[in-house]
T-cell receptor
Framework: NAGVTQTPKFQVLKTGQSMTLQCAQD?????MYWYRQDPGMGLRLIYY???????DKGEVPNGYNVSRLNKREFSLRLESAAPSQTSVYFC????????????FGQGTRLTVV | GENVEQHPSTLSVQEGDSAVIKCTYS??????FPWYKQELGKRPQLIID?????GEKKDQRIAVTLNKTAKHFSLHITETQPEDSAVYFC???????????FGKGTRLHILP
């Protein structure tokens, strides 16, 4: 049972390049999330998806797009990377709108130069 | 939207002493309050949670209290051990919209 799997684990981009972070969960969870973690800033919600086919903005959505491809997969896309997007990105999932535990992926360390 | 404030940002306690981390939230409709522990280089993991219909919950050395009127909740760790050293995050969510908002974290150091 893999839980939540993110790819890649590390990535270096040049300013202006685009990339997609992939996330997949095998726990049959309805809700999925993307967070970024910066020193002293905690975990900030970028986008979330309460169910397949729906997505909603979180606290810091600017510069990002998401796609809930199916129930298992939730991808995060940076169309034109900026140095301010250097961060550790975490994907998470939870059962549903029941106030339950969120399970996190191992994180993606992204550096934009 | 919901805003979660967490204090202190750093906390150092002697091994064996107690540690308390406090959080406040802004949205009175929030009704689920989890706490996560993140060890260095690892992913956050749930350690305890509480729902708005409960005032206190305990799990061995860890307890969480909730004051709905004041909109604050706290994590209490007793008899601290070296393995308690980590970053702790509080969070708040509303069951109806499923958005989980985190505080900025508390780095806990357990001193020998």
């Amino acid at each position: 049972n893999a839980g939540v799997t993110q790819t890649p684990k590390f990535q270096v981009l040049k300013t202006g390049q685009s990339m997609t972070l992939q996330c997949a969960q095998d726990m049959n969870h309805n809700s999925m999330y993307w967070y970024r973690q910066d020193p002293g800033m905690g975990l900030r919600l970028i986008y979330y998806s309460a169910s397949e086919g729906t997505t909603d903005k979180g606290e810091v959505p600017n510069g990002y797009n998401v796609s809930r491809l199916n129930k298992r997969e939730f991808s995060l896309r940076l169309e034109s990377a900026a140095p301010s997007q250097t961060s550790v990105y975490f994907c998470a999932s939870s059962v549903s709108r029941l106030g339950t535990e969120a399970f996190f992926g191992q994180g993606t360390r992204l550096t934009v130069v | 939207g919901e805003n979660v404030e967490q204090h202190p940002s750093t906390l150092s306690v002697q091994e064996g002493d107690s540690a308390v981390i406090k959080c406040t939230y802004s949205d009175s409709a929030s009704n689920y309050f989890p706490w996560y522990k993140q060890e260095l280089g690892k992913r956050p993991q749930l350690i305890i949670d509480i729902r708005s219909n409960v005032g206190e919950k305990k799990d061995q050395r860890i307890a969480v209290t909730l004051n709905k009127t004041a909109k604050h909740f706290s994590l209490h760790i007793t008899e601290t051990q070296p393995e308690d050293s980590a970053v702790y995050f509080c969070a708040a969510s509303k069951v109806r919209d499923d958005k989980i908002i985190f505080g900025k974290g508390t780095r806990l150091h357990i001193l020998p």
